[in-house]
């Protein structure tokens, strides 16, 4: 009979512990301070959910505060990762040291640089950043052209990069004949290039220009440029 009862009062702490834990209708959102509390919080408020011990119009609120929070934490993070980064950054170029890489900002706007290319550094160009906040890096890359085709399409695709009509129309001039040189350019061999971007011709309102470009030797380029 003892150990019935044991029992018993077992039980009831285990339900009486997890009805505490599920039952979040008075957490105060503003009291989360780190991502793993936060997913805590998104748990409870699923499992209150699915056992119908948090109404509706309860969980609405409590998503739309516990999404929110997500953003503020989120931010304050990336704010922070990124001000780190810019540390060490400038830690390089103290010791004349230059990256050779895509900057943080080209690769949250998903850029990405290509397989199986060989980088070369005497054609590359990192630019400091001065004081308007512009900069920009140019990477260039060597080994095959059908190679820079394919992978210039898969940066492109990946970054949401198109060709302008203004190329468009200036490769099918090209294709034709009726033009040599565009700006002084020698643009004999345009029909076998290709230029990806995220902004057209003149466009000022792109804080970030991304574009990733193939000529007729199979050099890839991939340019990125920080406006403001």
Partial sequence: MKKYVLVLLLLFSVVLVWCKKTDISTLDVDTITNIPALQTAITQVTQGINAGTLAVEKAQNLVNQLQQKYLDLTDTAQQSIETEFNTIEKVFETKSITLYTLPLRARRLWMTTPKWMQLEKTLSKIASVNVSGYSSTILVYTWN???????????????????????????????????DYISGLDVSGLAKWIVYVNHELLDTKIANLLS???????????????TN
Avoid: P
């Fill in 145 to 179: 052209y059908i190679i820079a085709m394919q992978q210039a399409k898969l940066i492109a695709d990946k970054a949401h990069l198109f060709v302008t009509k203004n190329f468009q129309q200036a490769q099918a001039l090209a294709k034709v004949g009726n033009i």
């Fill in 212 to 226: 990733v470009s193939v000529d007729q030797d199979g050099t890839l380029t991939i340019e990125t440029t920080k």
